[in-house]
């Protein structure tokens, strides 16, 4: 995978404009200038976050002996699970907060950006190409980036492209992601025959 393959696969799995309506409804009780100071808290908040994952997966995967395939196969289904999600949402809670209570860390840092699915992302990028972590630097700050402007101007994306728009644009990146997450499981294992047929002769 190149940089800007993993770049825009950590963008859909970040999922800005689906989570748009989420982060409206978590700081609509907030005063505007206020909500500006608290996004971007957050985002620097998921930022550091991310990259403690990318650069310390590695070493809980060495930890735990989990071999370079097994990662990409439980990447694979993981993503795949997060991608039928994108298509068929279900409908519940965004947030335990209570009326004008400003959140911290939880729920827009973790796990709305950096989620879950994202942190496993990054650490099978760390796995697959330990010796590339300048390209997965530049990967995750794109991803990061672009998602952070999309979030900070959340009004204007959500008058332009309407709830119908927001929702038409989450199936059809939650589509794109359908297709990274096969062709990665597939690629875990093929290399787990690969090295079970070498290991047998």
């Known amino acids: 995978m190149d ?4 770049a825009v696969m950590l963008f859909l799995i970040m999922d800005p404009l689906g989570n748009l309506p989420v982060f409206m409804s978590v700081l609509k ?3 505007p200038k206020r909500r500006q100071i608290i996004l971007l808290r957050e ?6 976050i991310l990259f403690t994952f990318l650069f310390s997966g590695q070493s809980v995967l060495d930890f735990l002996n989990v071999e370079q395939e097994t990662v990409s196969i439980a990447g694979g289904i993981i993503l795949f699970l997060i991608a039928l999600r994108m298509i068929f949402p279900q ?3 965004v947030s335990g907060l209570a009326v ?3 959140p911290f860390l939880v729920p827009l840092a973790i796990p709305m950006i950096a989620g879950p699915s994202t942190l496993a992302a990054l650490i099978l990028l760390a796995n697959q190409n330990p010796d590339r972590m300048t390209d997965w ?3 995750l ?12 101007f959340s ?10 728009g927001l929702i038409a644009m989450e199936r059809l990146m939650g589509m794109i992601l359908v297709m990274i997450s096969i062709q990665m499981l597939l690629d875990g294992a093929t290399q787990y025959f690969l090295h079970a047929a070498e290991a047998a002769q």
Do not use: C
């Open 91 to 93: 409908s519940g809670s």
């Open 155 to 164: 009004n204007l994306f959500h008058r332009l492209l309407g709830e119908r």
């Open 100 to 102: 004008g209570e400003e």
């Open 43 to 48: 985002l620097l908040f998921a930022l550091a």
């Open 137 to 139: 630097s530049l990967a």
């Open 141 to 152: 700050g794109v991803a990061w980036l672009i998602s952070a402007v999309i979030l900070m």
């Open 29 to 31: 009780s907030i005063e």
């Open 3 to 6: 940089t800007w393959s993993a």
